[in-house]
């Protein structure tokens, strides 16, 4: 089992930034990233990385603008959102792979299986 704890989310004007945390605990991660689900059925694919290697990922709306680190000491993912626009509001999902099957192919992410609660992110224009 993996416990994904997020925070950071709020209200910002559009140009500002960001910080969004999540901490992982329980077993080690293969892999980890957000997602985002705006109003709406879908969920979007926005950053993950490869924790045993230096393989990142991003979506295309959000590369150049968007950061993703981690911290190893302290279980710790991070999401750096600067340049935000109105339509980066959403609900930003923090999410985890421990067992290697997740996977990048055509501009999205697949195979996290385990999900945080999310943490609301709300941009004015």
């Known amino acids: 089992q993996v416990q994904l704890e997020e925070s950071g989310g709020g209200l910002v004007q559009a140009g500002g930034s960001l910080r969004l945390s999540c901490a992982a605990s329980?077993?080690?991660?293969?892999?980890m990233g957000w997602f985002r689900r705006a109003p709406g059925p879908e969920r979007e694919f926005v950053a993950a990385?490869?924790?045993?290697?230096?393989?990142?990922y991003y979506s295309d709306s959000v590369k150049g603008r968007f950061t993703i680190s981690r911290d190893n000491a302290e279980n710790t993912v991070y999401l750096q959102m600067n340049s935000l626009k109105p339509e980066d509001t959403a609900v930003y999902y923090c999410a985890a792979d421990p067992d290697g099957g997740s996977y990048y192919a055509a501009g999205n992410y697949y195979g996290m299986n385990y999900w945080g609660k999310g943490t609301l992110v709300t941009v004015s224009s």
């Open positions: 990385f490869i924790w045993t290697g230096d393989y990142t």
């Open positions: 329980g077993r080690g991660v293969y892999a």
